[in-house]
């Protein structure tokens, strides 16, 4: 997918010496349940991390510094719709994302990967997709996180299992009544063309 990068970021890019980084944006549902998909989403359970030392500001959100302990590998840039995943390793982690990995719905939660050069504000993103395993290795002194992040387009390969039947329709729209008059169309006679009487 092709995208364009801003020109201070391409700048920076072009010196002798460089600090890129990365960021990653898990969002996780908010504490009353509201998914990030869905309004009123304020992300007060949104967890963001960088590659680097210290809090950085992105945007208008603070990502918290990781330094060695975040690892991202898998991100591949692709001409068609193929889907593609990347992979975010994170050791050392505190109780907080522990108690996340571990009790929280995380599956098809949105995540994003941010490059970024240090000098400059400017970023880029690099992966956004779903959340799919995150799977805990526990090594007694250390417990690590690899979290698997799947393309968005991945769906495209999926069968759809929404019916176009009245009751699917209304598990996510339960005022409309647009389905309510399919089985009574479906043996109407409708009289087009010929004059009645």
């Known amino acids: 997918m092709t995208r364009s990068v801003p020109s201070d970021l391409l700048t920076a890019l072009t010196q002798d010496a460089i600090e890129p980084f990365y960021a990653v944006e898990l969002l996780f549902d908010d504490e009353d349940g509201t998914s990030s ?8 359970r949104a967890i963001r991390l960088w ?14 510094g990781t330094a060695g302990l975040l690892n991202i590998s898998g991100l591949e840039e692709v001409a068609d719709l193929s889907a593609k995943g990347a992979s975010v390793t994170l050791s050392g982690i505190s109780s907080g994302i522990m108690s996340l990995a571990l009790q929280e719905p995380y599956q098809g939660r949105q995540a994003t990967i941010i490059f970024g050069e240090r000098s400059v504000s400017s970023t880029i993103t690099s992966f956004s997709g779903l ?21 968005k387009y991945i769906t495209l390969q ?12 209304k598990l996510r729209h339960p005022a409309d009544t647009f389905f309510d008059w399919v089985t009574q169309l479906a043996d109407a006679e409708i009289v087009w063309g010929r004059k009645i009487g």
């Open 51 to 64: 590659t680097g030392y210290g809090d950085r500001t992105i945007g208008s959100d603070t990502y918290l």
């Open 37 to 44: 998909t869905e309004a009123g989403y304020v992300g007060d």
């Open 158 to 169: 999926r069968s759809n299992v929404r019916r176009y039947t009245s009751a699917n329709h």
């Open 131 to 151: 959340i799919d395993e995150m799977p805990i290795s526990d090594g007694g002194e250390s417990v690590t996180i690899n979290l698997t992040i799947e393309s």
